[in-house]
């Protein structure tokens, strides 16, 4: 059985060879976020998964910069939360920090100090899951504060760089799959 939407999102996406560096298919959401419609479906497609998956977030959580378009959107539409994780110096209180490596480099995250309580469950939200640097890095910087990641979903996931078992235990879900 197809799936109409999963399949105008998979045309919409648009791959740049070679960028940032040789070697990497880029996976640009671009267009998907100019077409009409698009955010609003993925926005209902993410709900309904969660639903479907018995995840129950308190908070959603997104990273810098591309969580910061689709995390929001989810919140508002399940009526809770949304936490954002920035660079480092774009958060104006008191932080807590972590280092992590990406597909081709290496950066930090932050997060404020108080934006989580202990026990409370959160699902982590981004456009693409490579190497699992980035959502390892907010995983580790909730769980520093008590908060469960209950999950985490993705727009796209670049299968063969072993992400999942990086941040294994955390289940998993994605739209979309591409090769590395």
């Given at each position: 059985?197809?799936?109409?939407?999963?399949?105008?999102?998979?045309?919409?996406?648009?791959?740049?060879?070679?960028?940032?560096?040789?070697?990497?298919?880029?996976?640009?959401?671009?267009?998907?976020?100019?077409?009409?419609?698009?955010?609003?479906?993925?926005?209902?497609?993410?709900?309904?998964?969660?639903?479907?998956?018995?995840?129950?977030?308190?908070?959603?959580?997104?990273?810098?910069?591309?969580?910061?378009?689709?995390?929001?959107?989810?919140?508002?539409?399940?009526?809770?939360?949304?936490?954002?994780?920035?660079?480092?110096?774009?958060?104006?209180?008191?932080?807590?920090?972590?280092?992590?490596?990406?597909?081709?480099?290496?950066?930090?995250?932050?997060?404020?100090?108080?934006?989580?309580?202990?026990?409370?469950?959160?699902?982590?939200?981004?456009?693409?899951?490579?190497?699992?640097?980035?959502?390892?890095?907010?995983?580790?910087?909730?769980?520093?504060?008590?908060?469960?990641?209950?999950?985490?979903?993705?727009?796209?996931?670049?299968?063969?760089?072993?992400?999942?078992?990086?941040?294994?235990?955390?289940?998993?879900h994605s739209l979309l799959n591409f090769p590395a």
């Amino acid at each position: 059985m197809t799936d109409a939407f999963i399949e105008r999102l998979e045309e919409t996406i648009r791959t740049i060879p070679d960028f940032p560096i040789e070697g990497i298919m880029f996976r640009d959401i671009s267009p998907v976020l100019s077409k009409p419609g698009m955010l609003d479906e993925i926005t209902e497609r993410f709900a309904n998964d969660l639903q479907e998956k018995g995840w129950s977030p308190d908070v959603i959580i997104g990273p810098e910069a591309r969580g910061f378009i689709f995390g929001p959107l989810l919140a508002a539409r399940l009526g809770i939360g949304f936490v954002p994780v920035r660079k480092p110096g774009k958060l104006p209180s008191e932080v807590i920090q972590v280092e992590y490596t990406l597909e081709y480099g290496s950066n930090t995250l932050e997060m404020h100090k108080d934006a989580l309580q202990s026990g409370q469950n959160v699902v982590i939200i981004d456009d693409l899951l490579a190497t699992g640097g980035t959502i390892g890095a907010c995983a580790e910087l909730c769980q520093s504060m008590g908060a469960n990641v209950i999950g985490a979903l993705f727009v796209i996931e670049l299968i063969g760089l072993n992400a999942r078992e990086y941040i294994s235990p955390i289940e998993v879900h994605s739209l979309l799959n591409f090769p590395a």
